[in-house]
């Protein structure tokens, strides 16, 4: 899986991956950007959320369970570390309300209820870390 970034100015970025083309990245005023677009953390959040979110409705649909429908709260608390103060993540909360149409049991909910976060593959890095290269290329 590739994702490629071309600076365009200031902080911005266009992004693109497989056939979408032109996401634009940017920082709010605030951080010195020019609002463009969301920031990194801000796509970094989608992310995370989106895979939670989707891995619960896949284990939903193939338990024959509809969505009538769904929203998903991703709250990233940011603050700053000691002794640098560089500005980090330190917690990221999910709040996932559904409504559900059509016969299940409360147990094949249950069941998906406790199981289905296993299946997203950022949940298991962000918990227990993972490796970063950076090459810098002249």
Do not use: W
Not at 11 to 17: D, G, I, R, S, V
Not at 53 to 77: A, H, P, Q
Not at 97 to 125: A, Q, R, W
């Amino acid at each position: 899986m590739n994702v490629e970034l071309e600076y365009s100015n200031n902080l911005n970025f266009k992004a693109k991956t497989r056939q979408f083309q032109d996401i634009l990245i940017d920082e709010p005023k605030s951080f010195h950007g020019n609002d463009l677009g969301p920031s990194p953390v801000e796509y970094f959040l989608i992310g995370v959320g989106g895979c939670v979110s989707s891995t619960f409705v896949y284990c939903l649909k193939k338990k024959g369970i509809k969505i009538e429908s769904m929203n998903v709260l991703v709250d990233g608390k940011l603050k700053h570390k000691e002794p640098s103060m560089y500005l980090r993540i330190k917690e990221i909360n999910i709040e996932i309300k559904y409504s559900l149409k059509g016969d299940y049991t409360p147990e094949t909910l249950k069941k998906c209820e406790k199981e289905f976060i296993k299946y997203c593959p950022l949940y298991e890095p962000l918990i227990n870390g993972i490796n970063i290269s950076i090459v810098l290329k002249k």
